[in-house]
């Protein structure tokens, strides 16, 4: 596999592009509130993440180049985001929109760099991650172990195993000390799920959130989280992927 760079689909090494060095920094910004003489700082804030890639682009001619370039350009030149995958990093992508290209041709060769602006600034692991947990017990404990290197917003599908009426449903993960309660009735089948990306519960799809209360459990990367489900009989999928800072 060439050291080449993936977009909307596309694999720019079809166009002779080869990525010589990469820049992925992470960054956090902090806020403060000013009292007085002094300063408080809030929780960090991690901030979109700007990627630039030093690059070669060569070719057999010159004609050759500039047909190569002006495709690159035409693919790059996007004012939305797309998926944008590494060869070096080819286990995960960015939401990453188009920023910049500059640099200089050198007879049948171009060299430059371009670079992409990730306004969502985790990248996301290729593979989705889904599990399925039969609920039986009171509570049903659940051990949920995902990898990555960021906090995780995953979707909780319940599927109810027969009618149950007046249920407090609760999701809670013992491992960060969050949890969420829905308050309803449930008929057989009927699917129970909680966003946590989003912050919608849905009951069937449509939007159940009058009887909703407290905060939605993501997971910790890299440990086992610790995943109770209360009142609830059925069928528990916990779907995501991966995360990276």
Same mark, same amino acid.
């Given at each position: 596999m =060439?050291?080449?760079l ?6 720019? =090494?079809?166009?002779?592009? @080869? ?12 806020d403060?509130?000013? #009292?007085? &003489? ?6 960090? %804030? ?8 030093n ?7 010159v004609a =050759?180049? %500039?047909?190569?370039?002006d495709?690159? %350009?035409r ?5 939305v ?7 070096? #990093?080819?286990?995960?992508?960015? &939401?990453?929109?188009? %920023?910049?290209?500059?640099g ?7 060299e $430059?760099? +371009? ?5 969502? /600034?985790y990248a996301?692991?290729n593979?989705p ?7 039986? *017990?009171e ?14 917003e /995953?979707v ?12 407090? +449903? ?5 491992? #960060?000390?969050? *949890?969420?309660? &829905?308050?309803?009735?449930l008929e057989?089948?009927?699917i #129970? ?5 989003t912050w ?5 799809? @449509?939007a159940?959130?009058?009887a909703v209360?407290?905060?939605?459990p @993501?997971?910790? /990367? $890299?440990?086992?989280n ?17 995360r990276?800072?």
């Open positions: =060439a050291n080449s993936t977009y909307r689909g596309y694999d720019f =090494a079809d166009y002779g592009l @080869v990525v010589e060095e990469r820049s992925i920094p992470m960054t956090h910004r902090i403060s509130i000013p #009292l007085h &003489w002094r300063a408080f700082a809030t929780d960090s %804030k991690i901030e979109a993440k700007s990627i630039s890639l690059i070669t682009v060569t070719a057999a001619s =050759a180049l %500039k047909t190569n370039m495709t690159i %350009k693919l790059l030149n996007t004012q985001d797309e998926r944008l995958i590494l060869d070096s #990093l080819s286990d995960r992508y960015w &939401w990453a929109r188009f %920023k910049s290209l500059a200089k041709f050198k007879g049948i060769r171009f $430059g760099s +371009v670079d992409f602006l990730c306004l969502d /600034p996301y692991d593979t991650v889904s599990n399925d947990y039969t609920d039986n *017990e509570p049903e404990v659940i051990q949920e172990t995902p990898g990555g290197t960021a906090l995780i /995953p909780y599908t319940l599927t109810a195993d027969g009618q149950q009426h007046g249920v407090t +449903v609760k999701i809670r993960n013992d491992t #960060l000390a969050m *949890e969420i309660q &829905w308050v309803g009735d057989d089948t009927e #129970l799920a909680f966003d946590c990306s919608i519960v849905t009951l069937d799809g @449509v159940s959130m009058s209360s407290g905060q939605f @993501v997971l910790s /990367p $890299g440990v086992a610790q995943i109770e489900v209360y009142d609830f009989d059925g069928n528990v999928n916990i779907a995501y992927r991966n990276y800072a």
